[in-house]
Nanobody, 113 residues
Framework: VQLQASGGGVVQAGGSLRLSCAAS????????MGWYRQAPGKQRELIAS???????DYANSVKGRFTISRDNAKNTVYLQMNSLKPEDTAVYYCNGILILGAWGQGTQVTVSS
């Protein structure tokens, strides 16, 4: 499995979700990883990234609400999403930053108002 995201669903505004992504070692090991999302009619965008050492960065739109983390022993990256808003509705993907694999199917997050 190259990149397999899971954990999406339907949640009310203000709610929380935790996404997980299992990645192949060839993409994950020693590589910065990121969470991306694509809303209907929009381009895919990078919203959170984490280096192999654990340094993180966030898009302004999610800063303070989302937290990215990784488990290097499990080749897994997580995205804790709190205070969700309807504009967070999108398909969420994970992938590397400098080394990218084939995009997986992603996981759908729908936030109702």
């Amino acid at each position: 499995v190259q990149l397999q995201a899971s954990g999406g669903g339907v949640v009310q505004a203000g709610g929380s979700l935790r996404l997980s992504c299992a990645a192949s070692g060839s993409i994950f090991s020693g590589n910065a990883m990121g969470w991306y999302r694509q809303a209907p009619g929009k381009q895919r965008e990078l919203i959170a990234s984490i280096t192999s050492g654990g340094s993180t960065d966030y898009a302004n739109s999610v800063k303070g609400r989302f937290t990215i983390s990784r488990d290097n022993a499990k080749n897994t990256v997580y995205l804790q999403m709190n205070s969700l808003k309807p504009e967070d509705t999108a398909v969420y993907y994970c992938n590397g930053i400098l080394i990218l694999g084939a995009w997986g199917q992603g996981t759908q997050v729908t936030v109702s108002s």
